[in-house]
């Protein structure tokens, strides 16, 4: 969550380019139109992982595998990811966390307009804990530039909008 926060943040030069609210009645007021601009950008994202199935130690032994033998165990498991991610361009780049992504053998990205496509890892980083991924014919989406990092100043305002588990879209400052 700290990662896409960061993001949208970098996304967001033209969104604070506005005037710093003055007063907190003005702050509060001040995000709805950030968040209407924005929101579009924001996508769902639902991922699903394929594993094989694990053997203990004592399923994978010649002699001990008749005694520890289970049949449910040796089935594929599926996993389930949630997320959420920022479309970058109009033809369907979207940043994400890897650990919504990394792994997944089946992508699934819905908008705020509910359209839904699927989609496909093109670059991934553990470590940063980002992905990269375009959407399969995907054209004329919402999308959010990104800002140029050297700009980014300590103590500017930031929104994190999400949609953290299935919940709804949210914002947070």
């Known amino acids: 969550m700290r990662t896409l926060a960061l993001i949208l943040m970098l996304l967001a030069t ?7 609210p003055s007063s ?3 702050m509060q007021l001040s995000f709805v139109p950030l968040v209407k601009q924005a929101a579009p950008a924001v996508v769902n994202i639902y991922a699903r992982t394929i594993t094989e199935a ?6 994978a032994d010649p002699f001990f595998e008749r005694f520890f033998r289970d049949p449910f165990s040796e089935r ?4 389930n990811s949630l997320g959420s991610g920022v479309i970058l361009s109009a033809d ?3 940043v994400s966390n890897y650990h919504v992504v990394g792994t ?6 819905v908008l705020n307009d509910r359209r839904e496509y699927s989609a496909r890892v093109l670059l991934g980083d553990a470590e940063s804990d980002l992905a990269i991924l375009k959407l399969a ?5 919402p999308f ?5 990092s050297d700009a980014v100043e300590v103590g500017e305002l930031t929104l994190a909008i999400g949609n953290p588990f299935g919940v709804g879209q949210t914002v947070s400052s």
């Open 92 to 94: 369907g780049i979207v």
């Open 144 to 148: 959010l530039e990104l800002r140029d």
């Open 24 to 26: 907190a009645a003005q």
């Open 137 to 141: 014919g995907a054209e004329d989406l």
């Open 76 to 79: 594929p498991r599926v996993q």
């Open 104 to 109: 997944a053998t089946d992508i699934r990205v």
């Open 14 to 20: 033209p969104l604070m380019a506005q005037q710093v």
């Open 54 to 59: 694990r053997r203990t130690p004592l399923q």
